[in-house]
């Protein structure tokens, strides 16, 4: 809320076909439209005073960029008289907003608006997505009336996407013939493009395994039996051992990020040939060199290799591979099998993703903090459909999830949506209770609660003998700080409680926290000690 766009907010007192949700902070409003735009697929918009109002957006929109999440951010300025001056709540906003952002512009003229406004949308929603800032001084706004003719998004942005060259096709599937252990490596392109569908129909044709990047689990139906789990930083070592063993990768909408790959040869090997298919050049070979690189939409390009084999059927992947993928594949579930035996108390949080896996519907939406509990559910979540999975990804952004959660009940209401917390990142959004009560978000939260600096603590006890310091919390009973704001909540400390929490949180009616207290010794093995234990030892 903000005195800076008052005009906008008078306005939308008679225009009722937009919603507006007004929220307790501004990077709980960021996270929401993240969420919003990552589970519909369109623009979402936000909407900040100047000064403090913007400046508490930017790890919002930090997330909405490393996701490439198609959120307009709209500040209001003070008077461009004023501008240069040191004014009320004067910020170079639009320097601040470059680093993550698609475009960051101040609109100093009224008459400019709808174009820049069409400029804006433009650019979130053509090639790899991603956010915009736009900053408007208060007076801009104030007493005007501007005819516009409304244009419909195929009149200002491309609407078809970009083809693969029809040789790039033909070497794809040349290399992709001539390995013996081919491998699919599954980015977030996948899921923007629509293209899960064409991806399950183009591994079936040639029995090639399936991996996915980091956050990117959802990209692929998990119980499908080439799907061997995530790669990456808590991702699943079954994955990681397959990504190892593999003698060519296809990277799939995936820039092959610092949690998906470390930029190292722990997953990746040395001289294995790459094919790396993208809609943003920028990506192609960056970080390893390329076999081959397509600078295509993902779904094109899959559309594209179909149809090849259409004309020039391959050979499926070599039988010795697809036994061993396979062997990997039930190595990974009887492992997780094995953690729905776990009684002890507290509860380990591998117990509680297992009764999650079991009581989940399969069209639930799950938001993941940052930190050490969340960090469990990278391998052990299950997901069957796309746009079911929002993380802060390489942002690593604590508070993410609760918000996010929010905006993603918005985009689909029928959904069952939960947000899994541990106890640090909880508090860091919290007061979005109350913006959940208030407009009937009815969200599940689940917090893990270890009191403790979970990430950091983990490397305290591996890499500093547990000399910890700034480490450990101490917490309310998140269950009773829920019903204080109205919501619903629940205080779970054994394990054959989990699963029927879970399910009354879901159809309680309303908001709801459940708290789940977890051992605070178990503490997830931090993702750089390979590198750190070379380093001692080499």
């Given at each position: 809320m903000g005195s800076s766009f008052l005009e906008v907010l008078d306005a939308l007192y008679d225009d009722r076909s937009l919603t507006y949700i007004n929220v307790r902070h501004e990077q709980g409003g960021a996270f929401m439209a993240d969420g919003l735009a990552r589970?519909?697929?369109?623009?979402?918009?936000c909407l900040v005073t100047s000064g403090p109002g913007a400046t508490n957006l930017l790890t919002g929109i930090a997330a909405a960029h490393v996701a490439h999440s198609p959120v307009v951010a709209i500040a209001g300025g003070p008077l461009r008289q004023h501008y240069g001056r040191d004014a009320f709540q004067e910020f170079d906003l639009v320097s601040i907003f470059k680093p993550v952002t698609k475009l960051s512009v101040g609109v100093h003229q009224p008459e400019r608006l709808p174009e820049m406004l069409r400029h804006a949308l433009r650019l979130a929603m053509s090639g790899r997505k991603g956010p915009v800032f736009l900053d408007i001084p208060r007076d801009v706004l104030t007493d005007q009336v501007i005819d516009v003719e409304p244009l419909s998004p195929a009149q200002y942005r491309p609407q078809h996407p970009v083809p693969p060259p029809p040789a790039a096709v033909t070497q794809a599937l040349r290399l992709l013939g001539e390995a013996q252990r081919p491998l699919l490596l599954v980015g977030g392109g996948v899921t923007w493009s629509e293209a899960t569908d064409a991806l399950v129909a183009f591994a079936e044709r040639l029995h090639l395994p399936m991996i996915t990047a980091y956050g990117r689990n959802d990209a692929v139906p998990n119980a499908h039996p080439l799907y061997l789990g995530p790669l990456g930083r808590a991702g699943a070592p079954e994955a990681a051992e397959a990504c190892r063993h593999a003698d060519l990768v296809l990277a799939l909408?995936?820039?092959?990020?610092?949690?998906?790959?470390?930029?190292?040869?722990?997953?990746?090997?040395?001289?294995?040939?790459?094919i790396q298919v993208?809609?943003?050049?920028?990506?192609l070979g960056r970080i390893y060199p390329?076999?081959?690189?397509?600078q295509a939409d993902v779904h094109e390009t899959l559309r594209a290799l179909l149809c090849?084999?259409?004309?020039?059927?391959?050979?499926?992947?070599?039988?010795?591979?697809?036994?061993?993928?396979q062997a990997l594949r039930q190595r990974r579930q009887a492992r997780l099998a094995a953690e729905a035996q776990l009684n002890a108390v507290p509860l380990k949080p591998q117990?509680?993703?297992?009764?999650?896996?079991?009581v989940l519907p399969p069209q639930t939406i799950v938001a993941l903090d940052a930190g050490a509990a969340p960090a469990y559910g990278y391998d052990r979540l299950h997901f069957s459909q796309p746009r079911t999975f929002l993380t802060p990804l390489d942002l690593g952004g604590l508070g993410f999830a609760f918000p996010a959660a929010l905006g993603a009940k918005l985009g689909r209401p029928q959904a069952p949506v939960v947000a899994i917390h541990g106890d640090g990142g909880f508090l860091m959004n919290a007061q979005e209770l109350e913006t959940a009560v208030r407009h009937e978000i009815h969200v599940v939260t689940l917090v893990l609660n270890n009191h403790c600096w979970g990430s950091e603590k983990?490397?305290?006890?591996?890499?500093?003998?547990?000399?910890?310091?700034?480490?450990?919390l101490g917490n309310p009973r998140f269950d009773r700080l829920a019903e204080l704001f109205g919501a619903q909540g629940y205080y779970v400390e054994y394990p054959d409680q989990i699963g029927d929490?879970?399910?009354?949180?879901?159809?309680?009616?309303?908001?709801?926290?459940?708290?789940f207290p977890i051992d605070p010794e178990e503490l997830p093995t931090p993702a750089t000690t390979p590198r750190q234990h070379a380093a001692v030892t080499g």
């Open positions: 589970i519909t697929g369109g623009p979402s918009v909408g995936s820039r092959l990020g610092h949690f998906t790959t470390f930029y190292d040869h722990r997953y990746l090997q040395p001289g294995v040939p790459l993208d809609l943003d050049s920028r990506d390329v076999a081959l690189g397509i090849e084999l259409d004309r020039h059927p391959g050979s499926p992947a070599p039988a010795a591979w697809q036994e061993m993928t117990r509680i993703y297992a009764e999650l896996r079991r983990a490397y305290q006890k591996h890499f500093y003998q547990g000399r910890y310091i700034g480490a450990d929490a879970v399910q009354a949180a879901l159809t309680c009616g309303k908001p709801a926290v459940v708290e």
